[in-house]
C-alpha cells in the first residue's frame, strides 16, 4: 500500500488535470480545433505545469510520462468536451469554479512534492505555483492569447498562497494532510473571491488607460446633468 502523503498526491494530481484539461479543451473548440487539436490542448493545459515541476525537481521521467492515467484522464476530459460541448459550454461560467478547483489541487500537490524531493521552502512554494499556472500558460500561448495568468483577478497570487501554506505547515511539522486542505482551500477561497467580488492586483496605468478611467469617473456626473 502506498504511504498516505503519496495517495494524496496523486488524487491531488489527477484530479487536477481532468479539470485543467477540460478548461483546455474548451478553448481549442472555442477556437475551432479539430478533434486531435481538442485532445493536445487538452494534454497540455492538464500536464504541462506538473511535467515542469517534475523535470526541475529531478522526479524523471514526468507522472504524466510514466503513469498511462494522466494521458487516459486528459483524453477523457477532451473526448468528453468534444462529443459534449453545448452542454460544456452552457457551464462556461461554472468553469471558473472548476478551474479555480483545479488551480488549488494543483498548488498544493506541487509544493507538497517539491518538498518530498527536497527542494527549498521558497522555492517549493514558486513551484508549486508554477504547476497551478504552467499548463494554461502554454495553452493560451498556443491559441495566440495572453496568458490568463497575467491579466486574470489573483491567479497566480492565489496559487502561490496555496502553496505558501503547505510549505509553512511543513516548516512547524504540521500533518502534510492538513496543510495541504488548509492551503487548498485558501486558494480556491482566493479565486471564489476574486471572481465573485472583482478582487484584481493592480494593473500598470497607460495614458490611454488613464484617459479612460477618468472619463468613466465622469460619466455619472455627464448624465446626472
Known sequence: ML???????????LGGTFVFAVSGAMVAVKHRL????????????GNVGGMTRDVLIGAVPPAA????????????????????????????????WFDAVGLAFFAVAGAEKALVYGVSP??????????GVGGGMLRDMLVVEIPVVLRADLYALAALAGAAV??????????PVMTTAVGGVLCFALRFMAIRRG??????????????ELQSENRPHDEAR
Open 199 to 212: 478582487w484584481h492586483l493592480p494593473a500598470a496605468k497607460t495614458p490611454q488607460g488613464q484617459l479612460d
Open 34 to 45: 479539430d478533434i486531435l487539436g481538442v485532445l493536445v490542448l487538452a494534454f497540455v493545459t
Open 122 to 131: 521558497a522555492m517549493a512554494a514558486i513551484l508549486g505555483m508554477l504547476t
Open 65 to 96: 510520462i510514466e503513469d498511462w492515467t494522466y494521458l487516459a484522464v486528459s483524453v477523457a476530459a477532451g473526448l468528453v468536451t468534444f462529443i459534449w460541448y453545448p452542454v460544456t459550454d452552457r457551464l462556461r461560467f461554472h468553469m471558473l
Open 166 to 175: 503547505v510549505v509553512g505547515g511543513h516548516l512547524l511539522g504540521v500533518s
Open 3 to 13: 504511504p498516505i502523503p503519496h495517495v494524496l498526491l496523486l488524487i491531488l494530481d
